[in-house]
Protein backbone atom coordinates (compact mmCIF):
# COMPACT_ATOMS: atom_id res chain seq x y z
CA UNK A 1 0.00 0.00 0.00
CA UNK A 2 1.25 3.45 -0.63
CA UNK A 3 -1.89 5.22 -0.37
CA UNK A 4 -1.47 7.16 3.29
CA UNK A 5 -5.38 7.12 4.17
CA UNK A 6 -5.49 3.14 3.86
CA UNK A 7 -2.10 2.65 5.58
CA UNK A 8 -3.84 4.87 8.42
CA UNK A 9 -6.57 2.73 8.46
CA UNK A 10 -4.88 -0.91 8.70
CA UNK A 11 -2.66 -0.14 11.49
CA UNK A 12 -4.14 -0.24 14.74
CA UNK A 13 -3.08 2.37 17.24
CA UNK A 14 -2.18 0.66 20.60
CA UNK A 15 -5.01 0.68 23.61
CA UNK A 16 -4.45 4.23 25.82
CA UNK A 17 -1.97 5.45 23.06
CA UNK A 18 -2.07 8.65 20.68
CA UNK A 19 -1.85 7.81 17.34
CA UNK A 20 1.63 8.76 15.80
CA UNK A 21 2.64 11.71 15.19
CA UNK A 22 1.88 13.40 11.03
CA UNK A 23 5.05 13.20 9.97
CA UNK A 24 5.81 8.93 11.72
CA UNK A 25 3.00 8.16 9.05
CA UNK A 26 5.05 9.97 5.88
CA UNK A 27 8.05 8.11 6.92
CA UNK A 28 6.08 4.87 7.34
CA UNK A 29 5.20 5.37 3.64
CA UNK A 30 8.63 6.31 2.22
CA UNK A 31 11.05 4.43 4.64
CA UNK A 32 12.56 0.88 2.72
CA UNK A 33 12.98 0.08 6.27
CA UNK A 34 9.38 -1.02 6.61
CA UNK A 35 8.45 -1.83 3.09
CA UNK A 36 6.91 -5.22 3.35
CA UNK A 37 5.82 -5.23 6.54
CA UNK A 38 3.49 -2.59 7.69
CA UNK A 39 2.50 -1.04 4.33
CA UNK A 40 1.21 -4.97 3.15
CA UNK A 41 -2.15 -5.67 3.43
CA UNK A 42 -2.08 -8.81 4.66
CA UNK A 43 0.17 -7.46 7.81
CA UNK A 44 -1.08 -7.30 11.38
CA UNK A 45 0.42 -3.87 12.25
CA UNK A 46 0.25 -2.14 15.67
CA UNK A 47 1.63 0.89 16.94
CA UNK A 48 2.43 2.81 19.80
CA UNK A 49 4.07 5.65 20.80
CA UNK A 50 5.56 6.17 23.89
CA UNK A 51 8.98 8.05 25.03
CA UNK A 52 11.66 5.45 24.83
CA UNK A 53 14.59 7.35 25.02
CA UNK A 54 13.65 10.16 27.52
CA UNK A 55 14.27 12.75 25.50
CA UNK A 56 10.68 14.28 26.08
CA UNK A 57 9.57 13.24 22.51
CA UNK A 58 7.51 10.09 21.10
CA UNK A 59 8.59 7.34 19.25
CA UNK A 60 7.14 5.13 17.86
CA UNK A 61 7.15 0.94 17.92
CA UNK A 62 5.73 -0.65 14.99
CA UNK A 63 5.21 -4.55 15.34
CA UNK A 64 4.02 -6.03 12.49
CA UNK A 65 2.87 -10.02 13.23
CA UNK A 66 5.08 -11.72 10.74
CA UNK A 67 7.99 -9.47 11.15
CA UNK A 68 10.19 -7.89 13.77
CA UNK A 69 9.49 -5.41 16.09
CA UNK A 70 11.02 -2.34 14.75
CA UNK A 71 11.24 0.92 16.74
CA UNK A 72 11.65 4.08 15.38
CA UNK A 73 13.13 7.08 17.68
CA UNK A 74 12.29 11.05 16.84
CA UNK A 75 16.46 12.06 16.45
CA UNK A 76 16.71 15.08 18.50
CA UNK A 77 18.62 17.43 16.64
CA UNK A 78 18.00 20.87 14.69
CA UNK A 79 15.96 18.49 11.91
CA UNK A 80 13.75 16.16 13.51
CA UNK A 81 13.37 13.08 11.52
CA UNK A 82 13.04 9.44 12.44
CA UNK A 83 15.35 7.25 12.49
CA UNK A 84 15.75 3.13 13.05
CA UNK A 85 18.67 2.55 16.01
CA UNK A 86 22.06 0.99 15.44
CA UNK A 87 22.16 -2.73 14.30
CA UNK A 88 22.16 -3.31 18.16
CA UNK A 89 18.46 -1.38 18.65
CA UNK A 90 17.01 -1.74 15.70
CA UNK A 91 14.32 -4.58 15.83
CA UNK A 92 14.18 -7.31 17.97
CA UNK A 93 13.60 -11.24 16.77
CA UNK A 94 11.70 -13.11 18.35
CA UNK A 95 10.28 -16.89 18.06
CA UNK A 96 6.38 -17.23 17.35
CA UNK A 97 5.18 -17.47 21.00
CA UNK A 98 7.18 -14.00 22.31
CA UNK A 99 6.23 -12.03 19.16
CA UNK A 100 2.83 -13.12 20.29
CA UNK A 101 3.19 -12.03 23.57
CA UNK A 102 4.78 -8.91 22.79
CA UNK A 103 2.50 -7.87 19.93
CA UNK A 104 -1.00 -8.70 22.48
CA UNK A 105 0.75 -6.16 25.18
CA UNK A 106 1.50 -3.43 22.76
CA UNK A 107 -1.99 -3.82 21.21
CA UNK A 108 -3.57 -3.47 24.67
CA UNK A 109 -0.92 -0.81 25.41
CA UNK A 110 1.05 -2.65 27.94
CA UNK A 111 4.73 -2.03 26.77
CA UNK A 112 7.10 0.18 29.08
CA UNK A 113 10.64 0.95 29.08
CA UNK A 114 12.78 0.02 32.09
CA UNK A 115 16.00 1.76 32.20
CA UNK A 116 19.13 -0.09 33.38
CA UNK A 117 20.80 0.35 36.44
CA UNK A 118 24.17 -0.87 34.70
CA UNK A 119 25.71 0.71 31.82
CA UNK A 120 26.75 -1.31 28.90
CA UNK A 121 30.66 -1.63 28.19
CA UNK A 122 31.40 -0.08 24.94
CA UNK A 123 34.25 -2.33 23.06
CA UNK A 124 36.16 -1.15 19.46
CA UNK A 125 33.74 -1.48 16.68
CA UNK A 126 30.88 -0.14 18.25
CA UNK A 127 30.24 -3.70 20.23
CA UNK A 128 28.06 -3.79 23.18
CA UNK A 129 28.40 -5.82 26.06
CA UNK A 130 24.92 -5.93 28.99
CA UNK A 131 25.99 -6.07 32.34
CA UNK A 132 23.73 -8.29 34.17
CA UNK A 133 24.75 -8.64 37.61
CA UNK A 134 23.81 -12.02 39.50
CA UNK A 135 21.98 -12.33 42.28
CA UNK A 136 24.93 -13.63 44.59
CA UNK A 137 27.26 -10.98 43.20
CA UNK A 138 24.80 -7.97 44.85
CA UNK A 139 24.92 -9.88 47.93
CA UNK A 140 27.04 -8.53 50.56
CA UNK A 141 30.16 -11.10 51.69
CA UNK A 142 29.93 -12.43 55.24
CA UNK A 143 32.98 -12.64 57.01
CA UNK A 144 33.78 -15.01 59.70
Known amino acids: MTDLPQIRQHVTVAAGQA ?12 SQMLAGSCTQGNSNCVASSNDLDGDGQLDVTAVQSQQRIRPRLRA ?3 QPRWVVPDRHGGSLSLDSEAKSEVSQALRNGQIQTRHNHWPELALPGDRRIHIRPS ?5 PETRP
Open 135 to 139: EEGLR
Open 76 to 78: ADT
Open 19 to 30: APPADWWQCLVR
